[in-house]
């Protein structure tokens, strides 16, 4: 492949775009796809397309946004391309098809199922019906999430984990090491108190691991929200404050949501909520990125099934008002609860009256295409997140990759878990562009990814400090060649088959070589640069523009004159510094003045001169292949014998040059 080709296509684009800057819009495309905001990030899957930024991995995010949006018309449209891709993933087939059957069009749905099953996809029978809910199903059509060890599960119910700043806050019957334990006769555990643990922590988490303060009473507490400074707590708790049990006109005693504030490491001020009520339930808080709005579960009168979810803005005294409920799209006639919020506005939420895999199950909402305040759809999280028992408080960190959730499903430790996820993360070839000389990093070179069938995926520039970063698929085989025009180009093949699904990155650092130009470095003064003012930053070639003033001898002298010392020193730093690795010959040569023999003896004592300084000043001997006279076989003008010339022509000709003869 010619690779210079490809090169001057890039170098093209680069004049009216930023290629580094596409792979920041590609990062931030990913975060805001796995964070469910699929308005904003087709936004900025289009504009990667229209620059030909690793076009076909943005085409099957832009489908797959399309899908999740509810518009099957666009995604067929972007699907149908996808599946034209080679080495595409065969759930792209999949997909493909049930955004043709979104669009009513059974036959080629059919048609792309059987494709999918013949490419050694599992299709079951469902998968033919024109009823099933068509963002569900592309969402399943690969595993979005997989599971991690919690070691702070215990026997009893654990549930609601809500992290921060390294710390995991959440609700347990546990009460372990405590001589007297409160039982709820509902299931005969003990009742609820909040706990933090390290995020990371492999200790059992004991009664001394409970949060500090006035939170935790004698009856049910947690699960709990912080808001971003830390500074302030909502809660459930049972309707029980300042020592008094509140029972509804049904002798029940309901959850009500409190507001604590933390003094001195404690949680204390606890404030009842004009949100709550005596004789209904308020429970599940949960606020949204900037802590302007509460969302929460509720059965207060205007609730359409046996919990709706309910939202009410935070003033910035603290005052709630502007109470609402979310709506027919998120509640239905049975139960939901258990709201939480990201960092994008998406909700999550459990419910067991969508469609789902068992009793609770916990969905995202889908904002409109058009009005990003509005929500259009949920969509049912799937396996391994869902199981056909109940599957709550869903939790989601700020990078969209990691979180928790709790689950009754078999396998647990005790009645309630608490399990991790992870999403499979974007995995990325990374890397730096190096001198191959002075080992500098080279900034601008070009990067340009290709697949195994020599096909051009993605290019981009390296920074200032020569480093690249593209997202790559998994599975797949690549070539990256490294490319700036001063420079011999470099590549090499990696793959990104058989790896770890917690692996995001693949190192692949460049090489690359100066090209080796057979230069005169006595003749490089045409452009009247400054060596010292002209040097580029790092970049070593850059001694191609520099001045270094011819190395001139008097009439019949071979000593170093003083001004010509210092363009000599100027030789010292290149080899010493710059190019400690270069290889040179010395040439010296005279005027035409004076016999072949003389003129041989006299080039031969220049050269032994120049080569005498350059070793005394600490040039490796081992670097000057060999020091020559040619004496006047090599004048650079007219001034032969027998023609008038002026001295200062003459003087042009008594010189010595300095051949590169290796760059490495």
Not at 84 to 108: F, H, I
Not at 517 to 524: E, F, G, I, N, Y
Request: glycine fraction near 6%; aromatic fraction near 12%.
């Amino acid at each position: 492949m010619n690779y210079k080709n490809h090169i001057l296509v890039c170098f093209a684009l680069v004049l009216s775009f930023s290629v580094f800057a596409q792979q920041g819009k590609q990062k931030r495309a990913d975060t805001l796809f796995n964070k469910f905001s699929f308005v904003k990030a087709a936004k900025v899957y289009r504009d990667l397309i229209a620059n030909n930024y690793n076009k076909d991995y943005a085409t099957r995010k832009l489908a797959d946004c399309y899908s999740l949006l509810r518009d099957p018309r666009n995604a067929s449209r972007y699907y149908k391309s996808v599946v034209k891709q080679k080495n595409v993933p065969t759930e792209y087939y999949y997909k493909y098809a049930q955004s043709l059957r979104g669009m009513k069009k059974y036959d080629e749905s059919q048609e792309w199922l059987l494709r999918f099953k013949d490419s050694g996809g599992v299709v079951h029978a469902n998968d033919f019906s024109k009823d099933v809910n068509f963002i569900t199903s592309v969402f399943g059509a690969q595993q979005q999430y997989f599971l991690d060890r919690v070691r702070f599960n215990s026997k009893y119910s654990d549930f609601g984990a809500f992290e921060q700043d390294g710390k995991v806050y959440f609700a347990s019957a546990r009460d372990e090491g405590v001589a007297i334990k409160r039982l709820y006769g509902w299931n005969e555990q003990p009742f609820l108190d909040v706990y933090v643990a390290d995020a990371n922590s492999k200790k059992n988490v004991d009664y001394s691991a409970k949060i500090k303060g006035d939170v935790n009473s004698i009856y049910h507490d947690g699960p709990v929200t912080i808001t971003k400074d830390g500074k302030t707590m909502y809660f459930s708790r049972n309707n029980f404050n300042e020592d008094i049990e509140v029972k509804d006109n049904k002798g029940l005693t309901n959850m009500k949501i409190y507001r604590a504030t933390l003094v001195d490491g404690e949680w204390t001020n606890l404030e009842d909520l004009p949100i709550n009520g005596d004789n209904f339930s308020t429970q599940h808080p949960a606020l949204n990125s900037d802590d302007s709005k509460l969302y929460f579960a509720s059965d207060r009168p205007g609730t359409r099934g046996g919990s709706d979810i309910w939202v009410t803005n935070i003033g910035s005294d603290g005052i709630l008002m502007d109470l609402k409920n979310m709506g027919d799209v998120v509640n239905t006639e049975s139960a939901e609860g258990f709201p939480f919020i990201n960092n994008e506005g998406v909700l999550f939420f459990s419910s067991d009256g969508h469609t789902g895999l068992g009793m609770l199950d916990i969905f995202a909402t889908i904002k409109g295409e058009e009005n990003e305040e509005s929500i259009v759809d949920v969509i049912n999280l799937g396996i391994p997140v869902n199981s056909n028992k109940d599957d709550f408080s869903f939790f989601m960190n700020e990078n969209g990759i990691t979180g928790y959730f709790a689950s009754n499903r078999q396998g647990g430790r005790g009645s309630d878990d608490i399990y991790a996820f992870h999403r499979e993360p974007v995995l990325h070839v990374e890397g730096v562009v190096t001198d191959a000389i002075n080992t500098n990093p080279v900034p601008k070179a070009v990067i340009t990814l290709f697949d195994d069938k020599d096909q051009q995926i993605a290019y981009m520039e390296t920074d200032e400090n020569g480093y690249f970063q593209i997202n790559i698929d998994r599975n797949q085989d690549y070539k990256i060649v490294a490319s700036q025009d001063k420079y011999i180009d470099d590549y090499r093949t990696f793959t990104s088959k058989n790896i770890q699904t917690e692996l995001i990155t693949i190192k692949a650092n460049l090489l690359i070589n100066p090209k080796p130009d057979v230069v005169k470095l006595a003749d490089l003064n045409t452009n009247n640069l400054d060596y010292d003012n002209n040097l580029i930053g790092n970049d070593s070639t850059s001694i191609k523009n520099a001045q270094l003033k011819p190395i001139y001898f008097d009439f019949e002298k071979y000593n170093i004159r003083k001004e010509y010392a210092i363009e000599l020193d100027k030789i010292v730093k290149l080899m010493t510094v710059d190019y400690p690795e270069m290889v040179i010959r010395i040439e010296a040569h005279t005027d035409s003045r004076g016999t072949f023999e003389y003129n041989d003896i006299l080039s031969t004592n220049r050269a032994k001169s120049t080569y005498n300084y350059l070793t005394s000043q600490g040039v490796n001997p081992a670097n000057i292949t060999e020091y020559k006279g040619y004496g006047e076989r090599r004048l650079i003008n007219e001034c032969a014998d027998g023609v008038a010339c002026s001295e200062e022509q003459h003087q042009l000709n008594r010189r010595t040059q300095f051949i590169v003869v290796k760059m490495e």
